[in-house]
């Protein structure tokens, strides 16, 4: 068992396909949260499978997407600065700041650096004890505790020129923000796997319930993503709204807890804006007080930022599942991933990239 | 972002700070951190999102949702439905 292929099966992808297509009398609209079952959705042309009755509506899980304007640009205002090695994943560096981006700073001569992990910008920092070493930690409860065990790691190292700029967010909070929303349309949720894996599901009950929608744990492969997608319809069908799981071999209801425990040492909950959506409360993560030091805002003196928004980009709306890219009138002409205007069309998780590289949509 | 990536642990090292090991992905073999997976042991799957084991995955519970899968032809001619792919109920 490698846990990849198995869940690929065309057969097996058949009979569950064949079942949703007999259970499904009424049109639903589903969204599925993360950005990276978006993509695997668009890649798998799982969408085209499915009955016209069924629309799947694509979330704001895509951190990349999300981080706002005002951080990207300190970002950029941080890795301009000398003795600074600015380390971040390498989703970032085309994403738009008001003027310039992370790619075109590095072009220029700043040291931006793409790292697979934040520990591996520890090590970094370690390497070059004359510079200081900033991360870009950006992410939802999946990469919380990695960003977390940076900060330990370079706590239990002792250095001393080691900091994140934190753009941590929840899915929770978004959920509610989307669910309690006048133009909202999702009437059930695929829940994102990963992050499940770390939180559990035990928060989703009190959201199923207060919105009257169903909610399933799903994961990325074809076969987790249409057992999660059945599972719904079924729901939805039989009028019910209840947590369900459909990605049993990594997630259980309590999540895993030592994970939990690295979050909350470092991190505590903090109100968060969320790019093209706004301001949320409580839907992010801070450094707790006592990694002060840790906390890149604290440690570099920014000029005040002003930021400055593309006016025909409709990112926000495309995250909120209100509107799809193809009723974007930059949609692939103005805006592709090799000149982006907004986050979406950048980030491998964007939804605006996934209908751009995976063109066989339905068109609206 | 959240893309992780299921591998099998190859060895446990406890000299770093932190618990840390190498994982094989299909022949490629990378250092990730094992801190939030203490109980985990070598032959295991893990799944991995930057450099970080995020949980170990359960066989047990990857071969009764294929099982539930693959009777879904059984269950279809029944024509009875039941909730048999919610593996965790």
Redesign the interface.
């Known amino acids: 068992?490698?846990?990849?292929e198995?869940?690929r099966?065309a057969d097996?992808v058949q009979?569950?396909l064949?079942?949703i297509h007999?259970t499904v009398k009424n049109p639903w609209v589903i969204m599925e949260v993360?950005?990276?079952q978006t993509h695997s959705i668009m890649q798998n042309g799982i969408d085209q499978l499915l009955p016209d009755n069924i629309e799947l509506v694509h979330g704001p899980?895509?951190?990349?997407c999300v981080t706002p304007l005002e951080l990207i640009d300190k970002a950029l205002a941080i890795a301009s600065l000398p003795g600074v090695i600015f380390c971040s994943?390498g989703?970032m560096l085309r994403v738009p700041g008001s003027s310039t981006d992370l790619l075109k700073l590095r072009s220029q001569g700043a040291q931006v650096k793409i790292v697979?992990?934040?520990?591996?910008a520890v090590r970094i920092a370690q390497q070059n004890p004359d510079k200081q070493v900033v991360f870009f930690a950006?992410?939802?409860e999946?990469?919380a505790?990695?960003n977390a065990?940076s900060v330990?790691?370079a706590n239990?190292?002792g250095l001393q020129n080691f900091s994140l700029l934190v753009s941590q967010v929840t899915v929770p909070a978004a959920m509610h923000a989307i669910l309690g929303s006048t133009d909202n349309r999702v009437q059930g949720f695929l829940a994102?796997g990963?992050?499940c894996?770390?939180m559990g599901y035990h928060q989703y009950h009190a959201i199923s319930k207060r919105y009257g929608v169903p909610i399933v744990v799903t994961g990325?492969e074809p076969?987790d993503l249409l057992?999660g997608i059945?599972?719904a319809v079924?729901q939805l069908e039989n009028g019910s709204s209840q947590v369900?799981?459909?990605y049993?071999?990594?997630?259980?209801e309590a999540g895993?807890i030592?994970?939990q425990k690295?979050l909350n040492d470092v991190f505590e909950p903090c109100d968060r804006n969320w790019r093209g959506i706004g301001m949320i409360p409580a839907s992010g993560l801070c450094l707790r007080k006592k990694f002060a030091r840790f906390n890149a805002e604290e440690h570099f003196e920014l000029a005040d930022i002003t930021t400055k928004e593309s006016e025909i980009c409709i990112a926000g709306h495309i995250l909120k599942g209100i509107k799809k890219p193809t009723q974007c009138p930059a949609f692939g002409s103005l805006c592709t991933p090799q000149h982006p205007l907004g986050a979406t069309m950048v980030?491998?998780?964007g939804t605006c990239a996934a209908y751009f590289r995976y063109a066989s949509v339905k068109q609206e | 972002m959240c893309l992780a990536v299921p591998g099998k642990v190859v060895e446990i090292s406890e000299k770093e700070p932190i618990l840390m090991g190498k994982i094989d992905f299909d022949g490629v073999i990378r250092e990730v951190c094992l801190e939030a997976v203490p109980e985990v042991k070598l032959g295991d799957y893990v799944i991995v999102h930057a450099g970080f084991a995020l949980n170990v995955l359960s066989e047990q519970e990857a071969q009764e949702s294929l099982q539930a899968f693959r009777e879904l032809d059984e269950i279809e001619n029944n024509l009875t439905y039941n909730t048999d792919l919610d593996s965790d109920s």
């Open positions: 068992m490698r846990y990849l198995e869940f099966d097996l009979k569950v064949s079942r007999n993360c950005g990276g899980g895509c951190p990349v994943f989703d697979y992990s934040p520990l591996d950006i992410g939802f999946t990469t505790p990695v065990s330990l790691y239990k190292l994102a990963h992050v894996t770390i990325f076969l057992q059945l599972m079924v369900e799981n459909a049993s071999r990594l997630v259980n895993n030592p994970a690295m980030s491998s998780e």
